[in-house]
T-cell receptor
Framework: GAVVSQHPSWVICKSGTSVKIECRSLDFQATTMFWYRQFPKQSLMLMATSNEGSKATYEQGVEKDKFLINHASLTLSTLTVTSAHPEDSSFYIC????????????FGQGTRLTVV | QQQVKQSPQSLIVQKGGISIINCAYENTAFDYFPWYQQFPGKGPALLIAIRPDVSEKKEGRFTISFNKSAKQFSLHIMDSQPGDSATYFCAASMRGSNYKLTFGKGTLLTVNP
């Protein structure tokens, strides 16, 4: 399967600071990327969908000004958590798929964010 | 509204036994049904997937059974091994929505040696 690299795998930051998470597709062009949030022992919650070169589409209840998504190239998408607070602590996971492939989605290894 | 309902929430199986996880969906427009395996601290990994034009798909020890009329699908893990201990998620997606996945709530599988 395709390789999706997510970085960093974990990060600790202070309240009020911003954190950027990168998601790279290493061996195919990811026209669509998805960002998920997962709380302990819970399922994945879709936060937003981004298509290369266009603005992200956010799910209901997700603050677009707090969770900034940039999908500037076919191999890189970033999620920036702005002015982070302890309640933003969570496991963030990106996923990609390409129009050139079937509907299989490939996931990054996730980023554990802890805001102190 | 939860569009994909998964059960059980947790499952304990002895080594060599069969693990069965069930999912039910509501939206008849769904046309792709994958199962994902997730280990602690890792992203989900695709295990096996099925489309509604077939009733069963088998890959090694993993089998998906699909019942279109009942809007249900299940994952069977044969000869379960301790290394299969993980959280399993069923999901569904459809064309026209960027194929975004709707996940079940997950099943924590523990396989005892």
């Amino acid at each position: 399967g395709a390789v999706v690299s997510q970085h960093p795998s974990w990060v600790i930051c202070k309240s009020g600071t911003s954190v950027k998470i990168e998601c790279r597709s290493l061996d195919f062009q990811a026209t669509t990327m998805f960002w998920y949030r997962q709380f302990p022992k819970q399922s994945l919650m879709l936060m937003a969908t981004s298509n290369e070169g266009s603005k992200a589409t956010y799910e209901q209840g997700v603050e677009k000004d707090k969770f900034l998504i940039n999908h500037a190239s076919l191999t890189l998408s970033t999620l920036t958590v702005t002015s982070a607070h302890p309640e933003d602590s969570s496991f963030y996971i990106c996923s990609t798929r390409s129009q050139g492939m079937n509907t299989e989605a490939f996931f990054g290894q996730g980023t554990r964010l802890t805001v102190v | 509204q939860q569009q994909v309902k998964q059960s059980p929430q947790s499952l304990i199986v002895q080594k060599g036994g069969i693990s069965i996880i069930n999912c039910a969906y509501e939206n008849t427009a769904f046309d792709y049904f994958p199962w994902y395996q997730q280990f602690p601290g890792k992203g989900p990994a695709l295990l096996i997937a099925i489309r509604p034009d077939v009733s069963e798909k088998k890959e090694g020890r993993f089998t998906i059974s699909f019942n279109k009329s009942a809007k249900q699908f299940s994952l069977h893990i044969m000869d379960s091994q301790p290394g299969d201990s993980a959280t399993y998620f069923c999901a569904a997606s459809m064309r026209g929505s960027n194929y975004k996945l709707t996940f079940g709530k997950g099943t924590l599988l523990t396989v005892n040696p």
